[in-house]
């Protein structure tokens, strides 16, 4: 395959969608010149944690820290409170340990998820799961606000890189301004695309073919699939009434 037919696809929050995601994987067909990015959160809220973990782990592609992944190693840490493991057990905690036949989680799989970047740099594209803290310097930030920041980040007035598109995940677009369930959120040099797979009001797990600019989605409750042009997919977001919720 030529470099012009390459694809750099990226998935949002897949959250233990596994049969989901191999409906999307599948509409998506990826190539062996094709690279495929996880914007993190596989796990928690869905059914089927592990299976997505232990499939991920194994594929040939890329993967980033979420904060439920960072919450789940928070957890592991024998010196977490009672109430970090709580947070993290009602949020999808729970049904993460059921995925795992004996409620316990591999090790290959924690020192797997322990090795996750928080963010990386494509040239032309910059990945993270939640986004940055444009008041910051990049140097100056860390798991908290690449896997954390929300409306610091959506309420920018003006991108924070120049040359990049940063395409995120981590918050879910219909709870941005004018953004209905399945549509993606776009705003001044970034792209959210966490359609809210687990969300009973959505169902939708996206991916974007970001050289085509082609989106491919699956409602992962009635598997229903559609591709569609990320123009047509995509929702402008004014900063102003993101402040304006702040």
């Not at 062996?32 to 928690?44: K, N, Q, T």
């Not at 977490?80 to 409620?103: C, D, F, M, P, V």
């Not at 073919?209 to 491919?216: E, G, H, M, R, T």
Request: glycine letters at 8%; hydrophobic letters at 40%; charged letters at 20%.
């Amino acid at each position: 395959m030529s470099a012009a037919h390459q694809r750099r696809i990226i998935i949002g929050d897949v959250h233990g969608h596994y049969d989901g995601l191999m409906i999307l994987l599948e509409a998506i067909a990826p190539g062996a010149a094709d690279e495929v990015y996880f914007l993190g959160d596989l796990i928690d809220r869905g059914p089927q944690s592990a299976q997505v973990v232990d499939f991920v782990k194994q594929s040939p592609y890329y993967c980033l820290l979420g904060n439920h992944e960072q919450m789940l190693l928070d957890v592991l840490n024998k010196r977490a409170s009672n109430q970090i493991r709580q947070a993290w057990l009602y949020s999808g905690g729970y049904e993460t340990l059921s995925s795992y036949k004996t409620a316990t989680i591999p090790r290959d799989h924690i020192e797997w998820l322990q090795t996750l970047p928080t963010h990386l740099d494509l040239g032309d594209i910059w990945l993270a799961h939640a986004g940055l803290d444009p008041r910051l310097p990049l140097e100056q930030q860390s798991v908290e606000q690449f896997c954390w920041v929300r409306q610091e980040f959506h309420s920018m007035k003006q991108p924070f890189f120049e040359d990049k598109l940063i395409i995120v995940g981590h918050t879910i677009t219909f709870t941005l301004p004018g953004v209905r369930p399945g549509e993606l959120a776009q705003g001044q040099g970034w792209l959210d695309i966490d359609t809210g797979a687990y969300h009973p009001r959505s169902g939708w797990l996206t991916a974007v073919d970001i050289n085509n600019q082609i989106v491919y989605q699956v409602d992962v409750y009635d598997k229903l699939v559609r591709t569609l042009p990320l123009s047509e997919a995509a929702i402008r977001i004014n900063p102003a009434q993101v402040l304006a919720r702040l």
